[in-house]
């Protein structure tokens, strides 16, 4: 299991390097983008569309108890 986590580390810090350097970017400020900009925005997205499919669902399910 630590051999899996220890190539995931490895290649995944490897995209973000490619990726920093294809943007003219540094790691860092990829890594910033990535964890305090785009993984927040993703979350509350997430958050979003769990509360819009409950509802949806509480509404299916109220209309099938009525008939």
């Avoid at 630590?2 to 890594?31: G, Q």
């Avoid at 990535?34 to 299916?60: A, D, E, G, N």
């Amino acid at each position: 299991m630590d051999k899996t986590i220890d190539v995931l580390y490895v290649y995944l810090t490897d995209f973000i390097i490619n990726i920093a350097n294809l943007l003219h970017l540094s790691y860092y400020e990829i890594n910033a983008l990535l964890f305090c900009v785009l993984y927040p925005i993703i979350l509350i997205c997430l958050i979003i569309v769990f509360f819009v499919q409950k509802w949806r669902l509480t509404k299916k399910i109220r209309n099938i108890s009525q008939q």
